[in-house]
């Protein structure tokens, strides 16, 4: 064999490798409807032998859906407001989604465009359309916690904006929070790139918000 042929040679096997190292971060992106299965309510379901397969939602209490409807109308959240967002999030309806930011920026990667889009897509979605949706931005571990609760903040409304620019969605039906970073997604290694991010919450359903 040549010592052209077989560079070409290594020159493949080494492109395949890389495909190999890099297809399961390509495979995180979820579609449109992959979205909107995750964010979707779930209904109570029973198999042909009795017990639920499927626990529902926990219906939003009073003071909690009183809470939510006041936050959709303030621009800036409380530690407070901040924490029982994210104490009412537990048990809501959520999606991680893999909208990376660059390092040290609220400006989202070239590479995140494509998953916003169908984000986009699946919040204005005859099953979405209507409810309110939290965005919580996080950050890795690199800089102070000071900066890095600015930073989140910036990342959730960096989202938020876009959604309303290019979908139209109503500012009152996106509440952005930003979490820092305390939620670290990837804890073994903090300042790994999918810390930071920006989680997606449906807070409230249609019927539920336009009360």
């Given at each position: 064999?040549?010592?052209?042929?077989?560079?070409?040679?290594?020159?493949?096997?080494?492109?395949?490798?890389?495909?190999?190292?890099v297809s399961p971060?390509?495979?995180?992106?979820?579609?449109?409807?992959?979205?909107?299965?995750?964010?979707?309510?779930?209904?109570l379901t029973r198999s042909l032998s009795g017990p639920a397969a499927v626990a529902p939602t926990p219906a939003l209490s009073p003071s909690d859906l009183t809470f939510i409807n006041r936050i959709r109308k303030t621009r800036s959240l409380s530690s407070?407001?901040?924490?029982?967002?994210?104490?009412?999030?537990?048990?809501?309806?959520t999606v991680d989604l893999e909208i990376n930011f660059?390092?040290?920026?609220a400006a989202v990667s070239p590479s995140a465009e494509s998953q916003l889009h169908s984000l986009g897509k699946a919040l204005t979605s005859s099953e979405l359309a209507g409810s309110v949706f939290m965005l919580g931005g996080h950050t890795d571990?690199?800089?102070?916690?000071?900066?890095?609760?600015?930073?989140?903040?910036?990342?959730?409304?960096?989202?938020?904006?876009?959604?309303?620019?290019?979908?139209?969605?109503?500012?009152?039906?996106?509440?952005?929070?930003?979490?820092g970073e305390s939620e670290l997604k990837n804890k073994a290694d903090p300042n790994a790139a999918e810390n930071r991010?920006?989680?997606?919450?449906?807070?409230a359903q249609r019927e539920q918000a336009s009360r």
């Amino acid at each position: 064999m040549s010592s052209r042929n077989l560079f070409t040679k290594k020159a493949a096997l080494a492109l395949l490798a890389l495909g190999a190292i890099v297809s399961p971060a390509l495979a995180a992106e979820l579609n449109q409807q992959q979205i909107i299965e995750k964010l979707k309510t779930p209904k109570l379901t029973r198999s042909l032998s009795g017990p639920a397969a499927v626990a529902p939602t926990p219906a939003l209490s009073p003071s909690d859906l009183t809470f939510i409807n006041r936050i959709r109308k303030t621009r800036s959240l409380s530690s407070g407001d901040r924490q029982q967002v994210a104490e009412i999030a537990k048990s809501r309806p959520t999606v991680d989604l893999e909208i990376n930011f660059e390092y040290n920026s609220a400006a989202v990667s070239p590479s995140a465009e494509s998953q916003l889009h169908s984000l986009g897509k699946a919040l204005t979605s005859s099953e979405l359309a209507g409810s309110v949706f939290m965005l919580g931005g996080h950050t890795d571990a690199r800089g102070s916690d000071t900066y890095n609760q600015k930073l989140s903040e910036r990342r959730a409304e960096t989202v938020k904006a876009f959604l309303i620019s290019t979908y139209k969605i109503p500012a009152e039906n996106l509440v952005s929070a930003g979490y820092g970073e305390s939620e670290l997604k990837n804890k073994a290694d903090p300042n790994a790139a999918e810390n930071r991010r920006v989680q997606i919450v449906n807070m409230a359903q249609r019927e539920q918000a336009s009360r």
